[in-house]
Nanobody
Framework: VQLQASGGGLVQAGGSVTLSCVVS????????VGWFRQAPGKEREFVGG????????TDADSVKGRFTISRDNAKNPVYLQMNSLAPADTAVYYC???????????????????WGQGTQVTVSS
């Protein structure tokens, strides 16, 4: 399972970006997906996740109300919609997938066997 996150780039503070996560040669419909981010010099942190059936949550207090995770299981991508971006959101964003028994996502990195390469989001002030 080879994931690919895309959609990052340079955006001004207050702007919006939508990241996509796809899997090559297959579909993510059988997987729960988590989004993580890692800023320079910091640990990789959990941003939010979405269950196999589409139930999602953005858990990090710093992104609640601004970030939304969605998926279209008829197609492939899982999306991370990010609004009202701030310089503190600058990081490499990763998607990760797990074929969990109940279709739930996890908040810890080690639960995910499949990772994308990450996409850089830079928010300028």
């Amino acid at each position: 399972v080879q994931l690919q996150a895309s959609g990052g780039g340079l955006v001004q503070a207050g702007g919006s970006v939508t990241l996509s996560c796809v899997v090559s040669g297959s579909t993510l419909s059988n997987y729960a997906v988590g989004w993580f981010r890692q800023a320079p010099g910091k640990e990789r942190e959990f941003v939010g996740g979405i269950t196999r059936s589409g139930g999602s949550a953005t858990d990090a207090d710093s992104v609640k109300g601004r970030f939304t995770i969605s998926r279209d299981n008829a197609k492939n991508p899982v999306y991370l919609q990010m609004n009202s971006l701030a310089p503190a959101d600058t990081a490499v964003y990763y998607c990760a997938a797990v074929n969990s028994y109940y279709g739930n996502y996890y908040r810890t990195r080690h639960e995910y066997p499949h990772w994308g390469q990450g996409t850089q989001v830079t928010v300028s002030s």
